[in-house]
Every structure is written in structure tokens, then in C-alpha cells.
T-cell receptor
Framework: DAGITQSPRYKITETGRQVTLMCHQT?????MFWYRQDLGHGLRLIYY???????DKGEVPDGYVVSRSKTENFPLTLESATRSQTSVYFC????????????FGQGTRLTVV | GNSVTQMEGPVTLSEEAFLTINCTYT??????LFWYVQYPGEGLQLLLK?????DKGSNKGFEATYRKETTSFHLEKGSVQVSDSAVYFC???????????FGEGTQLTVNP
């Protein structure tokens, strides 16, 4: 299917466990992004990537790791999950052409207990 | 750094009422401005955009004008419908164009 897909849609994990959220896009967009959405904070950028093997920190990177070995995939790993990482996570992608829109996945609702 | 400030929500209106959601920004250079909408249980989707001063973006009856003198990009709709109930986000691209910065989001509920 064309588009951008995130998996899983829902995840419950325990404090201290490692968890990976997956993001896959079919457009070969060079830019990909991870945001978290929390009440009162809107969307905050965690990490982004301008191309395969190029990643950079966003506003709230602590506790997260990303990789981009292939253009179409941009997984986000919580190395040791904490309750403060309970959130809804959105992946997005866009082309490098200036001013073009970003396309968002449907989100992953992560609960850390 | 860049920032976007939206009016505090939530906003509750009756069907056919006039809607304004305020958005102001702080940025260096000449950012591009966007409004995204998030329907319940879904990801964000682009509603409209404007890429330079005095541009007006419009879509589905919504409009917003890029006002550089007041650093604003207020969203308006003349007559809202129940189906417009959603969360609305104002956002900007940095001048370099790689990162989107979002406002806090405004929850809109339209009652019949």
C-alpha cells in the first residue's frame, strides 16, 4: 500500500524495557521525522533524518535512538522505557522540495507501565 | 529559535458559527506557514499553506493569510459544520526548510 505506515498502532510495555516503533514510507521521501504528541505540548520533534544514514536530534531526543539504513524505514527505539515516555508517536515524511507538505502516519499509542 | 503560539483551547461552537483560531509565530527569515488538522484517531493532514507574505491559503472553506507585519497566520471559516470537529495545528518550516515546528494545537468541537 502506498503511503506512510506505523506499527504497532498500540503498545503497552513495562518500565525499563526496550521497545521499537516502526515507520515505513513508500514515496522514497528523503526527509523523515518522529514527533511525540502530549496534551499541553502539541507535537514535539524527537529526531529527524535528511537521508539514509543521516540523522539529527530534535527538541526532545533524550532516551530515544533512531537509525536510517534504508530510505523507506525510520525506526525509533526507546532503549529503556520510562513512564514519561507514555505518549502518542507520529512519524512523518516529505520530499526535499522546499515548502512541500509533510505526510503523517496514523500514530502509535505507547503506554509505559 | 522558531516558535508557534496558538490560541488556547478548547473551542466549542454551534453549527454555522464563525470560526477564528489565532496563530502567531517567531522565526528568523521568511518561514512557510501551514495549518494541519487531526481528526479523532488519525494522523495529521495538511489543511492549507502559505509560503510568502500576503499569501492566502484556502481549502474546504477554511482560509488563512500570511501576515508578516503581525507575524500571524490566523485560521478562519465562515460557517463551521459538525464534521469540522478536530484538533487544528499551526506550523512553520524553518527558512532552511527541513524542520516543521508546531503550535500546541486547538481542539474544536462543533455542536449541532
Amino acid at each position: 500500500d502506498a503511503g506512510i505506515t506505523q506499527s504497532p498502532r498500540y503498545k503497552i510495555t513495562e518500565t525499563g524495557r526496550q521497545v521499537t516503533l516502526m515507520c515505513h514510507q513508500t514515496w522514497s521521501h528523503s526527509y523523515m521525522f518522529w514527533y511525540r504528541q502530549d496534551l499541553g505540548h502539541g507535537l514535539r520533534l524527537i529526531y529527524y533524518s535528511a537521508a539514509a544514514d543521516i540523522t539529527d536530534k530534535g527538541e526532545v531526543p533524550d532516551g530515544y535512538v533512531v537509525s536510517r539504513s534504508k530510505t523507506e524505514n525510520f525506526p525509533l527505539t526507546l532503549e529503556s522505557a520510562t513512564r514519561s515516555q507514555t505518549s502518542v508517536y507520529f512519524c512523518a515524511s516529505r520530499s526535499p522540495v522546499q515548502n512541500t507538505e509533510a505526510f503523517f502516519g496514523q500514530g502509535t499509542r505507547l503506554t509505559v507501565v | 529559535g522558531n516558535s508557534v503560539t496558538q490560541m488556547e483551547g478548547p473551542v466549542t461552537l454551534s453549527e454555522e458559527a464563525f470560526l477564528t483560531i489565532n496563530c502567531t509565530y517567531t522565526a528568523t527569515g521568511y518561514p512557510s506557514l501551514f495549518w494541519y488538522v487531526q481528526y479523532p484517531g488519525e494522523g495529521l493532514q495538511l489543511l492549507l499553506k502559505a509560503t510568502k507574505a500576503d499569501d492566502k491559503g484556502s481549502n474546504k472553506g477554511f482560509e488563512a493569510t500570511y501576515r508578516k507585519e503581525t507575524t500571524s497566520f490566523h485560521l478562519e471559516k465562515g460557517s463551521v459544520q459538525v464534521s469540522d470537529s478536530a484538533v487544528y495545528f499551526c506550523a512553520l518550516y524553518e527558512t532552511s526548510g527541513s524542520r516543521l515546528t508546531f503550535g500546541e494545537g486547538t481542539q474544536l468541537t462543533v455542536n449541532p
